[in-house]
């Protein structure tokens, strides 16, 4: 299966989210069926991070948007396992601070996007501005409807420069998100993670449903594609998302660059010292 092809979303496509299956797992019946072809995929995923940084030229930025307990942190998990740390940054968004709000709404995405031969992951990202800002009516509709614009035209000037991006919604069902929601409860090592928010935003799923929609439909582009990512089986969720990463990442072509020295007279010089030491 072409994972690329099947969960992106074609430029200005009209999104039904209730019509994807968010259990969707391909061929496989079980975590248990999928893991010989995850391994196979995180293994790739760490070379091609190597070679990203090695290369030092492009960068990948990583954007996890979902509802609440969809898996934003148990994605992050499965993608750093798989990366050089010294390549690899996170980065959340909350609600803004009195500095940030004092800027256009940019401008903090902007600071925290990953430099050359960096792979930067927003967990949360610039589209909160289009979601919770538009659900609760956090600024009018005449600012908000702008923005559409004002991102791809943001993400284009990035991947003019270099930056390669990737935008994962992680499609839960409502009943997925219950269960999930009952398992942090019944899980004290979980208590943390409950927030009077997952609760004050249930109910407003179907608000939530269109802006999703409309942010997928006007934002996925052909240089900054969106995912929707079937993602009630967090194993076939993490699964298709490395592919994705690997399909996009070796369609970049990356190459080691030239090495600054000249490997030949260095060989020599290694023979030398090894012979001296030996006393030869
Ligand atoms: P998370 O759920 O990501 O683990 P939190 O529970 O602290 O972390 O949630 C962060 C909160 O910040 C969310 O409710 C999110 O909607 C909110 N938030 C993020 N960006 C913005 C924004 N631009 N404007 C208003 N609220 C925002």
Known sequence: MDYFEQFRVKPDSKVKLEKIDAGFKNTHISAKSARKE???QVEKMRELQYLMYAEGKRSLLICLQGRDAAGKDGTINHVLWAMNPQGCKVQGFKVPSAEEAAHDFLWRYHKSVPSKGQVTIFNRSHYEDVLVVRVHNLVPKSVWSKR?????????????????ILKFYLHIDADEQLERFKARIDDPTKHWKISDSDYSER????EYTKAFENMLRKCSTDYAPWFVIPSNHKW??????SHIINTSLE???????????DINEIRSRYHEIVNRENGN
Do not use: C
């Open 236 to 241: 076939f969720r993490n699964l298709a998302i």
């Open 38 to 40: 995850t391994e196979e």
């Open 148 to 164: 559409y614009e004002q991102i791809n035209n943001f993400e284009k000037m990035l991947t003019d420069n270099g930056t390669h």
């Open 203 to 206: 109910p407003h799923w179907d």
């Open 251 to 261: 369609s970049l072509k990356m190459k080691f660059p030239e090495p600054k020295v």
